[in-house]
C-alpha cells in the first residue's frame, strides 16, 4: 500500500533541528519541509517561518495554511508548554501526527521532582533524593549538613540546561540552596529544588522512539558540555559528541533495556500518561551498572548530530508508525560506521558573546556535514547568531578516524572569535 507524501512542519532553530532537516528531506516520503524559526542551514532543506516555537496560534495558522501532515518540535519548550494537546484538542488540527508527548508525558524533562517521583514508582535505578521548596527551607538546609559531598542542586523546572550544580562543600551547596530558592535565581524554574545524591562515573545519552506501548533503540551517543579542554571550565548547551560509545557494549545496554527503558515505556503507559515520542535517557554507568541522571522528552543537541546520521532508517516513515502504534514493526539499523562532531561556538561562549561575525570556509569543507546551529543570513553572507554556531560531523570507520574529518575541516572555517574544542573523544 502507498503512503501518501507529508508536509512536515518542524519547530526549532539549533542544530539538532537542522540534523532533523536533512534527515526528514532525504525521505521519499516528505513532500514539502517546512522549520519555524530555522536558521542559516535550514534553508538548505526546507522554508523557514519566521515563528515562535512556543506561539501555538501562528502554528496553528501555518499548520492549516499549509497542510502540515506531520508536527516535529525539536526543542522542549513546546512540549513542556503543551502542544501536543494544543494539536489534538482542536477539532482542525487533531489529524496531524504530533511526534512528541502530551503535556503530562513532557513532565519528564519539565519537573525534576516528576521525573524522581516516577522513577522511584517504577523502580528505575537513580541517585537518592529529596525536594524542597520555601515552605520547607529550614529543613533543607538541615539536611544538606547532613549530605556528604559532593553532592547535587538541581531547579525543578527547565533553566536552560543551566539548573544544575554539583556543590563540592557544604558552604557552597547552601550558597546554591539560597540562591536557587531565595533569590530565585531561575525564576519559577528554581521554587522547588531536588537535592540527591553525587554519582561517580561516566556518563552517556540514550534515545529511543516511542509509540506509546513498542519502542526502536536509536544509537547512544556521549556528549561533552564542558567549555575548556580536559572536561575544565563552565558548563555549555556542548561542544561536540560521538556516537557510538565504546564502553556501552551488548551486555550494558541489555541493563539499560531491562533495567531503565522497559519500567520507562510501560510505567509511563501503566499511569495511561501519553507519550508519542523520543525519550532521551541521560544516563550514568557506576561501577558497571546504569543509573538515570535525567529524562528528557526530546532529542538531544549535539548528540543529534551523531545519533541521527548513524540512523539508516527511514525518518518520516518511522514516525508514521509511532502514530499508528505499529513501531514493533520496524528493523532499526545502525550505521557500522562511527560519528563524530566537532562544535564551533562564539568567542565569550556560554558567557556574554557577540554576534553577526561572517562566516566564511564553509564550502571548502568536504566529507564533513555541516549542522548550523546559531547562524543567520545577512545578504548574501552567512553570519553567526548564537553561542553555539555550527556543528561539523563526520563519519568513519572510528571515533578517531571520524573527528579527524571534522578537525580537518574545523581549521577551514573562520569568523571572528571562533573556538572549538580540540578533544572530542579524548577518552577514547
Known sequence: MSVKMQNILLLGAGGRECTLAWKLKNSPLCAHLFIAPGNAGTSQYGTNLPIAVTDFNAIKEACLSLNIDILLPGPEDPLVAGIYDFIKNDPQLQHIVV????????QLEGSKAFSKRFMER????????????ADNYAEGEAYLKTCPTPIVLKADGLAAGKGVVIAQTTTEALDAFKAMIQDRQFGD?????????????????????????HYVLLPEAKDYKRIGEGDTGLNTGGMGAISPV????????????????????????????????????????????????EYNCRMGDPETEVVIP????????????MHEGK????????????AGAVMLVAGGYPGSYAKGSIMTGM??????????????????????????????????????????KSYQNASLIHYDGMYYRRDIGWEF
Not at 517504577?122 to 521548596?133: G, K, M
Not at 565504546?246 to 499511569?271: S, Y
Not at 548513524?310 to 508508525?321: G, Y
Not at 513501531?327 to 562511527?338: C, I, K, Y
Request: proline share 4%; charged share 20%; hydrophobic share 45%.
Open 363 to 404: 564550502k571548502q569543507v568536504t566529507d564533513s556535514m555541516l549542522f548550523h546551529a546559531g547562524t543567520t543570513t545577512r545578504g548574501n553572507d552567512i553570519v553567526t547568531n548564537g553561542g553555539r554556531v555550527l556543528a561539523i560531523t563526520s563519519l568513519g570507520a572510528d571515533i578517531k578516524a571520524a573527528l579527524a
Open 246 to 293: 565504546p564502553f556501552a557494549d551488548a551486555a550494558f545496554m541489555q541493563q539499560v533495556k531491562e533495567r531503565i527503558i522497559d519500567p520507562t515505556v510501560n510505567g509511563l503507559r501503566a499511569e495511561n500518561i501519553t507519550y508519542q515520542g523520543f525519550i532521551f535517557f541521560g544516563l550514568i554507568k557506576v561501577n558497571g551498572e546504569p543509573y538515570v541522571i
Open 310 to 321: 548513524r540512523l539508516e532508517n527511514d525518518l518520516v516513515a518511522l514516525l508514521l508508525l
Open 189 to 213: 524554574a528554581s521554587s522547588k529544588v531536588v537535592i540527591e545524591q553525587f554519582l561517580d562515573g561516566i556518563e552517556l545519552s540514550v534515545f529511543v522512539l516511542t509509540d506509546g506501548t
Open 99 to 106: 511526534a512528541g508527548p502530551s503535556k503530562e508525558g513532557a
Open 122 to 133: 517504577h523502580n528505575i535505578p537513580t541517585a537518592a533524593y529529596r525536594e524542597f521548596t
Open 327 to 338: 513501531l514493533h514493526e520496524a528493523t532499526v539499523t545502525h550505521s557500522p560506521q562511527a
